[in-house]
Structure formats: C-alpha cells, structure tokens
C-alpha cells in the first residue's frame, strides 16, 4: 500500500517538532548543567554553558539507548501510538516547559513529555488499559527515590570532602576544588545528555515504527546525533531564568559544594541511564544542592524556594497530560 505523500510530511514535521521540544529541553535545563559552576564562581555563565553544551552532545552516544527504549515502548500501549498522539504528547510538554521556564522554576522536560504521552493516549482511546502503568509506576517511585539519592549522595561526598580538607587552609581547598569542578560539571553534562536527550530518541523511534518507517522497533544512529545535536544547541543558548533560580536563590555555594553536588548528581544520573530509568535530571541537580546546603545548617538553604519547586515537580505530569 503506497503511504500518501502528507503523511510523510506530517512524519518528517512532528520529528522536527521533537527536536524544538530537545531543544527546548537543552535550554530549559541548561540551569542544572552549569548552576553550580556559576554560583562558586568557577566559570563565567558563557564558558560554563559552551562547556556544558559540548559534553550534552557527547552525553548520547557514551551510555547506550535504554532510556530510549523504556519511552518508546514501557510507557503507553505502542500499537496506540500514531502520529496525532506524538504530536499532542509534544505540543503538551513544550507548554508546559514555557510556562516553568517563564517563571523561572527547574521543572522536568522528562515527566512533561511522559504526562504528554499519557494525556494524549488516553484522550484518544479513552481507556486506562492504554497506560503502561507499570513502566508509569516505575517513574514515579523514581520521582521520588532519584531526588532522595542526589540529596544523601551529595550529603556525603561533602561530609567526606570536609573530613579530608579539615585541616588545609581555606584558599587552597577552594583552588583544589575549583580544578577539580571543572571535571565535575563536565561528567554531570555528559550524565545529562545522556539521560534527557533519550526521551525525544524513543520519541521519534515508535513514531517511525508505527508509521512503518521501521521494520522493528529500534533507535537509528541518526536519531542519536540529530537529537544529541538539539539538546547542545538548546544548551548552548541556556535557560537564564531558571540558572538564577538554581545557583544563586536556593543555596549559597562554594567549589567543595559544587562538586559534590554535581559528582553525586552524575553518578545517579548514569546509572539510572544505564538501567534504563527515566529520571528527572532536574529533580536530582537540585537535591543535590539542598543536600551540600544542609551539610553547613538547615538555614542555609531557602526552603521556600524549594518549596515552590516541588509544588512545580509534582504538578509537571498531570499538567503537561
């Protein structure tokens, strides 16, 4: 049967607008690639973005497609997906990412396309069955238990941190973790990109498979650079709203801190990507920082702040659906 010439412009048109979503998703979450390099002062807004954008695009290819295939197929019923309900699931996310953006709150672009998804799916087939709920429950424990592992992680990479520099004078600490920031901020960028570019990857692939542009459901090399290519550019212009939000009104930072948010941060970042988790990098970044705030005094973090931001977590998949 020959496919009508619109559908595969409708095809070749929702990919693109899958690739403003990854862009969007890049400049929305420029914030936690580069808040902590920011806010200690390591580098200026520009090197640090540049920096982070470059390890973003790298992130993808270093750690495998799971994530990918958990969207593409662990979420919604796949053979529901057409290409109405992708775009519906985009269009609903990108809103919701503006909105956040404009009010400046760290939000997940991950949970606003998984609610997109959901929305859209059940708005279609009118029946819960058509939700995965399993793969849904599976987000959202991790909702819950990925945040508390950057918070107890970063706690204790900057107890030990301290434990170790207890006795060196304070301007040699803050040079030592300024160099070794620099390696930090790079792993959590490339953590970043490898978890948040993937959602867009499982995107586009089930809507190529149910279009019938592939024969069994996989993620092509393409898709990878082309999405990982998004997520840089997006990156690379950087959400400036959200980085006050993030490295200047949640908690004051020093090196020490930075790196140990943003070392805890990518070390539960890969792993969740290499089981295959689709977590929220947003949610874990600012865990992290409430979690080196709170090493100094629970005062040093603005709970209000934090808050707001949560009240924003929890509302990102209903909305965004």
């Given at each position: 049967?020959?496919?009508?010439?619109?559908?595969?412009?409708?095809?070749?048109?929702?990919?693109?607008?899958?690739?403003?979503?990854?862009?969007?998703?890049?400049?929305?979450?420029?914030?936690?690639?580069?808040?902590?390099?920011?806010?200690?002062?390591?580098?200026?807004?520009?090197?640090?973005?540049?920096?982070?954008?470059?390890?973003?695009?790298i992130?993808?290819?270093?750690?495998?497609?799971?994530?990918?295939?958990?969207?593409?197929?662990?979420?919604?019923?796949?053979?529901?997906?057409?290409?109405?309900?992708?775009?519906?699931?985009?269009?609903?996310?990108?809103?919701?990412?503006?909105?956040?953006?404009?009010?400046?709150?760290?939000?997940?672009?991950?949970?606003?396309?998984?609610?997109?998804?959901?929305?859209?799916?059940?708005?279609?087939?009118?029946?819960?069955?058509?939700?995965?709920?399993?793969?849904?429950?599976k987000?959202?424990?991790?909702?819950?238990?990925?945040?508390?592992?950057?918070?107890?992680?970063?706690l204790?990479?900057?107890?030990?941190?301290?434990?170790?520099?207890k006795?060196?004078?304070?301007?040699?600490?803050?040079?030592?973790?300024?160099?070794?920031?620099?390696?930090?901020?790079?792993?959590?960028?490339?953590?970043?990109g490898?978890?948040?570019?993937?959602?867009?990857?499982?995107?586009?692939?089930?809507l190529?498979?149910?279009?019938?542009?592939?024969?069994?459901?996989?993620?092509?090399?393409?898709?990878?650079?082309?999405c990982?290519l998004?997520?840089?550019?997006?990156?690379?212009?950087?959400?400036?709203?959200?980085?006050?939000?993030?490295?200047?009104?949640?908690?004051?930072?020093?090196?020490?801190?930075?790196?140990?948010?943003?070392?805890?941060?990518?070390?539960?970042l890969?792993g969740?990507?290499?089981?295959?988790?689709?977590?929220?990098?947003?949610?874990?970044?600012?865990?992290?920082?409430?979690?080196?705030?709170?090493?100094?005094?629970?005062?040093a973090?603005?709970?209000?702040?934090?808050?707001?931001?949560?009240?924003?977590?929890?509302?990102?998949?209903?909305?965004?659906?």
């Amino acid at each position: 049967m020959t496919i009508p010439a619109s559908e595969h412009l409708l095809v070749i048109g929702i990919i693109f607008i899958a690739l403003i979503f990854d862009f969007i998703n890049g400049f929305h979450d420029a914030a936690n690639a580069i808040a902590t390099v920011v806010a200690t002062k390591v580098l200026p807004p520009l090197y640090a973005v540049a920096m982070a954008a470059t390890f973003n695009f790298i992130g993808p290819f270093a750690l495998g497609v799971a994530v990918a295939e958990t969207i593409g197929t662990g979420i919604i019923q796949p053979d529901m997906v057409d290409s109405w309900v992708i775009l519906s699931a985009l269009l609903g996310a990108i809103l919701w990412d503006l909105i956040t953006w404009w009010l400046g709150l760290p939000t997940s672009s991950s949970h606003a396309l998984i609610g997109g998804l959901i929305g859209a799916v059940l708005c279609k087939g009118k029946h819960l069955d058509l939700v995965i709920w399993s793969g849904v429950g599976k987000v959202a424990a991790f909702m819950l238990v990925a945040p508390l592992m950057g918070f107890c992680g970063s706690l204790l990479v900057t107890i030990a941190a301290l434990h170790i520099c207890k006795n060196m004078p304070s301007h040699r600490v803050n040079l030592y973790f300024r160099r070794l920031q620099l390696i930090s901020a790079a792993l959590y960028s490339l953590s970043h990109g490898t978890n948040d570019a993937q959602k867009v990857m499982g995107i586009i692939a089930i809507l190529l498979f149910s279009n019938g542009w592939l024969s069994y459901f996989h993620v092509p090399w393409w898709t990878i650079f082309v999405c990982a290519l998004a997520m840089g550019i997006g990156t690379l212009f950087g959400g400036w709203r959200i980085i006050r939000t993030m490295a200047q009104r949640l908690t004051n930072l020093r090196p020490y801190q930075g790196f140990s948010a943003e070392t805890a941060s990518s070390l539960v970042l890969g792993g969740m990507a290499l089981g295959g988790i689709p977590v929220s990098t947003t949610h874990v970044i600012t865990a992290g920082i409430i979690g080196v705030g709170a090493v100094r005094t629970v005062s040093a973090v603005l709970w209000g702040v934090a808050i707001s931001i949560v009240w924003a977590w929890i509302l990102t998949l209903p909305m965004a659906g």
